[in-house]
């Protein structure tokens, strides 16, 4: 974030639903204002997880906030100086949760920074270490988080008539294979490794399927969410720490939720008539792969081609669920699958729970199904899911140590080596906390909100205010991030202990 002077009192929010947040201290000079920094302390206490000192510091210069010279040494040097103003404001207190170098990726690369001895001089006062990429067109939106910011291609010309023509149809294959995610994330390989080198977190800020707001009959369909899925699966394989989904204006296509007003006024308008995304879906299974354990490890274990990638989840050390994928668009059951999964050094269990993660094709928008429960099609949605929850039980060969897993083109499988059913009806789960609404008009997005916490939200205030991207209806600059993959956990690529389950083959 290059400007912004003032944080909103989240008190009203953030006990409720204990969120976590950062912000941003303005770096669009170096006169620093540490307000946010002050006020984020004091008001957010623990709820605050860090402040970013820089957003793509190597756009700077390009977008004239800088002048010549301007590249990694001068960007560190400014860091120095932020460091040493924290230092000496006694309103800080907490001194070590900056968060940087947070590039685009674009004219710095990342060794570039580390080159000049940015992590051996920072380290000690950076909660993590972040990054953003761009494609090969500068996305517009204000986005004051710790990030690395990565899309696989971009809609721009049409949105804001920069750059080149995508057609959708020809983008729409690089989206359907294990590439697509591996791709994204080689470039990053060597910096997650320094990351756990030093012990901090590396962040996947800011993705999804297309920057300039996505692309209309890719980034809401069903195939954008299985490629999501690897994607995030990938990053998590990869040393990824945190990632989060990219949402906008209600005129973006990669949104996992979209708000409706075009229906008249009921006391159910604002809660019956929303739209999520296919992404969401992936947002919900990818939180289900990873558990509540905090523990998670992901290990990659595709060996049957790039349309059938695979993971296995580890849960404190012990192998608990496999990730299957068919990325193949053929309802006529021609390349249905059925993946062998094999225990090395154990034995598989006598049965296996699959959750199927289903549609009739990669390119359909509607009529998605998470074991067998939907969240609804356009406008339906009250965010729960509806249905009967199918869970499909299938029988091992534990002499042969094979469980064979059918898998239809397309779709997901979900494998739990235990039984689902018993970790929801874990005592210790806690009872889901739900939040009462008094809308029962409609003009446009409502509910009622306490004046007096009004008087004190969150807003902008800053001299760039006109600037900002919007959150507005029909907005494809709107800037607000969704805390989505990997929530929360820290995933090594290390010996695993136990047993390692190995894919022997995936047949027709």
């Known amino acids: 974030m290059l400007d912004g002077t003032s944080v909103g009192n989240h008190k009203s929010t953030k006990?409720?639903?204990?969120?976590?947040?950062?912000?941003?201290i303005p770096f669009n000079d170096t006169n620093w204002r540490l307000t946010i920094a002050e006020k984020g302390q004091a008001i957010l206490g623990d709820h605050l997880i860090g402040l970013q000192a820089g957003n793509e510091p190597d756009y700077y210069l390009d977008h004239g906030h800088r002048i010549e010279p301007y590249g990694p040494a001068e960007y560190a040097n400014e860091f120095q100086s932020l460091v040493q103003a924290v230092n000496d404001n006694t309103n800080v207190p907490i001194k070590n949760m900056l968060i940087g170098p947070?590039?685009?990726?674009g004219p710095w690369q990342p060794q570039q920074v580390w080159d000049v001895g940015y992590l051996d001089r920072f380290k000690d006062v950076l909660t993590a270490i972040t990054?953003?990429?761009?494609?090969?067109?500068?996305?517009?939106?204000i986005l004051p988080l710790n990030s690395l910011h990565s899309?696989?291609?971009?809609?721009?010309?049409?949105?804001?008539?920069i750059g080149s023509y995508v057609d959708p149809q020809e983008m729409f294959h690089n989206f359907l294979d294990h590439n697509a995610g591996l791709n994204l994330v080689k470039n990053y390989l060597p910096s997650s490794s320094l990351a756990q080198s030093v012990g901090k977190p590396f962040i996947m800020f800011e993705t999804n399927s297309a920057t300039c707001g996505g692309l209309p009959g890719i980034s809401d369909s069903f195939g954008a969410a299985l490629w999501a899925l690897d994607y995030g699966l990938t990053m998590a394989a990869s040393n990824f720490s945190h990632a989060l989904l990219h949402v906008g204006g209600q005129n973006v296509y990669y949104n996992v939720r979209i708000r409706f007003e075009g229906t008249p006024p009921t006391n159910q308008s604002s809660f019956n008539q929303w739209t999520v995304g296919a992404v969401f879906y992936s947002v919900v299974i990818v939180s289900e792969?990873?558990?509540?354990?905090?523990?998670?490890?992901?290990?990659?274990?595709s060996n049957s081609g790039i349309y059938t990638p695979s993971y296995a989840i580890y849960d404190n050390g012990a192998l608990s669920k496999v990730a299957l994928f068919n990325f193949?668009?053929?309802?006529?059951?021609?390349h249905d699958v059925t993946a062998t999964v094999t225990v090395n050094g154990g034995q598989v269990p006598p049965q296996v729970w699959v959750k199927y993660f289903l549609a009739d094709s990669v390119s359909v928008k509607t009529n998605l199904t998470w074991a067998g429960q939907?969240?609804?099609?356009?406008?339906?949605?009250?965010?729960?899911?509806k249905g009967d929850?199918?869970?499909?039980?299938?029988?091992c060969d534990q002499g042969a140590n094979q469980c064979h897993i059918p898998i239809k083109a397309p779709s997901f499988a979900l494998v739990f080596l235990t039984d689902p059913n018993a970790e929801n009806t874990d005592s210790q789960t806690p009872n889901a906390v739900t939040f009462q609404t008094t809308a029962f008009t409609k003009t446009i997005h409502t509910a009622t909100v306490d004046p007096s916490a009004l008087a004190t939200s969150n807003g902008h205030s800053g001299k760039e205010r006109q600037n900002l991207g919007s959150t507005s209806p029909g907005s494809a600059s709107g800037a607000e991030s969704f805390r989505a993959l990997t929530p929360s956990l820290v995933v090594l690529l290390a010996m695993m202990c136990g047993a390692a389950v190995v894919l022997t083959s995936y047949t027709q």
Do not use: W
Request: glycine share 8%; hydrophobic share 30%.
């Open 15 to 24: 006990h409720p639903t204990h969120v976590k947040k950062t912000k941003g």
């Open 102 to 105: 947070s590039l685009a990726s």
């Open 131 to 141: 990054m953003e990429q761009y494609v090969n067109i500068r996305h517009t939106s």
């Open 151 to 161: 899309y696989p291609t971009n809609n721009c010309f049409m949105t804001y008539g």
């Open 289 to 301: 792969i990873f558990g509540k354990s905090n523990v998670s490890q992901i290990v990659d274990t």
């Open 328 to 334: 193949i668009d053929d309802p006529s059951g021609a």
């Open 374 to 385: 939907t969240f609804g099609n356009k406008f339906q949605v009250d965010g729960r899911l």
């Open 389 to 395: 929850l199918n869970i499909t039980t299938i029988p």
